[in-house]
């Protein structure tokens, strides 16, 4: 989803939801390596 949004050319209109779903999928990975960051510092 993430290729997707990223080669998104003018011409060419991606759905919204696929932009939805790559946003939610880098907040999501964004989210366990917070996670996982804080687990090792304790």
Partial sequence: ATT???LRQ???????TIERLAG???L???A???AAA????R
């Fill in 38 to 41: 804080s687990k090792g510092r």
């Fill in 24 to 26: 939610t999928v880098a």
């Fill in 10 to 16: 003018q011409d060419w209109d991606v759905p919204a």
């Fill in 4 to 6: 997707l949004a990223s």
């Fill in 32 to 34: 366990d390596r917070a």
């Fill in 28 to 30: 999501s990975r964004r």
